[in-house]
């Protein structure tokens, strides 16, 4: 079955400093890959996906998500974190074929400090 | 400007009652989800519909059911509520592609549902 997994389920860094919040996956065939946010009080935002390409996704917010086949894993990262960048952050993936329902990872909290 | 609409943004009922969330897009979209999220545990996909009168069962069908009589309304109803069914309910929509492809969803500000 198709699924992700974020190892960590908090993440602090500095302001200013580079962020990475992790995913692996586990997906047969070509993997399409997800990242969301949900910042507090609010409901999930799309953030970016990989469907085939660049290995190097780019989103909103100046977030990129760096998709790596041998490791399966497809990290979201960001040169020089913010402290607005502190919210909940979501990896998916599709879980079946032609319906785009996704299947989400446990989430991983970002903390950015001043 | 896309628009994922839901009911209430917190709700408080008791064990035992019937309890409606309604979900409202402006999109057009055909497919729309309700998932529910707690902590540690992420978004639990509930059910979805990619069509009117059309449902699917996702990963926690139980105990809830779903109504679609509208494109642009789809419904979750826990028939008779329970406290394990506290939690955070999300309602997403997305379009249909054809040949394939991924869209991603948009999602409501969710409601948080207290069964006391």
């Known amino acids: 079955a198709q699924s992700v997994a974020q190892p960590e389920d908090q993440v602090n860094v500095a302001e200013g400093n580079p962020l990475t919040v992790k995913c692996t996956y586990s997906v047969s065939g070509n993997p399409y890959l997800f990242w969301y946010v949900q910042y507090p009080n609010r409901g999930l935002q799309f953030l970016l996906k990989?469907?085939?390409?660049?290995?190097l996704v780019k989103g909103s917010y100046g977030f990129e998500a760096e998709f790596n086949k041998s490791q399966t894993s497809f990290h979201l990262k960001k040169p020089s974190a913010l402290v607005s960048d502190s919210a909940l952050y979501f990896c998916a993936v599709p879980p079946r074929g032609g319906n785009n329902d996704m299947r989400f990872g446990a989430g991983t909290r970002l903390t950015v400090k001043p | 400007d896309v628009k994922v609409t839901q009911s209430s943004r917190y709700l408080v009922k008791r064990t035992g009652e019937k309890v409606f969330l309604e979900c409202v897009q402006d999109?057009?979209?055909?497919?729309m989800f309700w998932y529910r999220q707690d902590p540690g545990l992420g978004l639990r996909l509930i059910y979805f519909?990619?069509?009117?009168?059309?449902?699917e069962k996702g990963d926690i069908p139980e105990g809830y059911s779903v109504s679609r009589e509208k494109k642009e309304r789809f419904s979750l109803i826990l028939e008779s509520a329970s406290t394990n069914q506290t939690s955070m309910y999300l309602c997403?929509?997305?379009?249909?592609?054809?040949?394939?492809?991924?869209?991603?969803?948009?999602f409501g500000p969710g409601t948080r549902l207290t069964v006391l």
């Open positions: 990989y469907i085939t390409g660049d290995n």
């Open positions: 997403a929509s997305s379009p249909w592609v054809a040949g394939g492809s991924y869209n991603e969803q948009f």
């Open positions: 999109m057009d979209h055909e497919n």
């Open positions: 519909s990619y069509d009117v009168k059309m449902k």
